[in-house]
């Protein structure tokens, strides 16, 4: 037989065996680790608590309302509902059937109330000088709410006026700090002014001297282009010399060249002339040799 989980003990407050005595004996069952039975201490309850009836039903049910009471999210009522519960023979009573297990009010009667498990209904009688609220649980009559209102508005009070004497001391604090605070941007805006009159004077130091070394450069630039050029004009002047010497040259060569060839030509021409008149002497010594032959015949 196994009893309903939410029978489990979950907070660990009732049968002094920790949190989750059902889950965790069903776990080591189902593992094969023996189990070794063992007698708890008896539970210890918070001042007002009633005692159930000695029916184990009774038990069962004031068990599962103090742990239902512990689970958040669920209105359950606060406090252990008192006496014993009656239920209705034949399930006649059906204001229980369709809900979810739990503490419901009794209409027109605040000293009544019932409990649903399983869609069986379970009547309560709330006791001496206490009624019974659905969203409260049992609570205590209008006496008592007025004290506890009058100890809660003084308890507002105390801490109101705590809260303001803290809050005054935060206010301090935060001024104290507020003022350090200033005095150590003043501090900073001092060193950092101080700072950058050092970098500014630094910076200019140092364009003055990058522009020291570039006049230099440019100096030794514009001396270096000077001799550059004196050097190309004189090279200049000496490829003049050169080209007007050459061209000098070649005018005496291209004369003398002429002047050979001139000569050439008129000594071919004599050489023909010769030969020519040779061949005219030629001719005529011929004609007369011809002539004389003829006249001899």
């Known amino acids: 037989m196994v009893w309903d989980f939410d029978l489990d003990d979950f907070t660990g407050q009732f049968c002094g065996a920790g949190k989750f005595p059902l889950i965790s004996r069903l776990n080591k069952a189902l593992n094969g680790t023996t189990i070794t039975t063992t007698t708890f201490k008896p539970t210890t309850h918070e001042p007002g608590w009633t005692p159930p009836s000695t029916t184990p039903t009774t038990t069962t049910t004031e068990k599962v309302a103090e742990y239902r009471q512990q689970q958040p999210g669920r209105r359950r009522p606060t406090t252990i509902p008192g006496g014993s519960p009656t239920t209705t023979s034949g399930n006649t009573d059906t204001r229980c059937v369709g809900k979810v297990d739990g503490f419901y009010p009794t209409k027109g009667d605040c000293t009544k109330f019932h409990r649903c498990i399983s869609e069986v209904t379970y009547r309560y009688n709330c006791p001496a000088s206490l009624l019974f609220d659905p969203t409260r649980g049992l609570y205590e009559t209008r006496r008592d709410e007025t004290r506890r209102d009058e100890t809660r508005r003084d308890?507002?009070?105390?801490?109101?006026?705590?809260?303001?004497?803290?809050?005054?001391?935060?206010?301090?604090?935060?001024?104290?700090?507020?003022d350090e605070t200033m005095t150590r941007r003043?501090?900073?805006?001092?060193?950092?002014?101080?700072?950058?009159?050092?970098r500014r004077d630094e910076t200019r130091r140092d364009e003055t001297r990058r522009r020291d070394e570039t006049d230099r450069q440019t100096r030794r630039d514009e001396t270096r282009r000077d001799e550059t050029r004196r050097?190309?004009?004189?090279?200049?002047?000496?490829?003049?010399?050169?080209?007007?010497?050459?061209?000098?040259r070649r005018d005496e060569t291209r004369r003398d060249e002429t002047r050979r060839d001139e000569t050439r030509r008129d000594e071919t021409k004599t050489r023909r002339d010769e030969t020519r008149r040779d061949e005219t002497r030629r001719d005529e010594r011929e004609r007369q040799e011809r002539t004389d032959k003829e006249e001899t015949l």
């Open 231 to 248: 050097d190309e004009t004189r090279r200049d002047e000496t490829r003049r010399d050169e080209t007007r010497r050459d061209e000098t």
């Open 155 to 178: 308890e507002t009070r105390r801490d109101e006026t705590r809260r303001d004497e803290t809050r005054r001391d935060e206010t301090r604090r935060d001024e104290t700090r507020r």
């Open 186 to 198: 003043d501090e900073t805006r001092r060193d950092e002014t101080r700072r950058d009159e050092t």
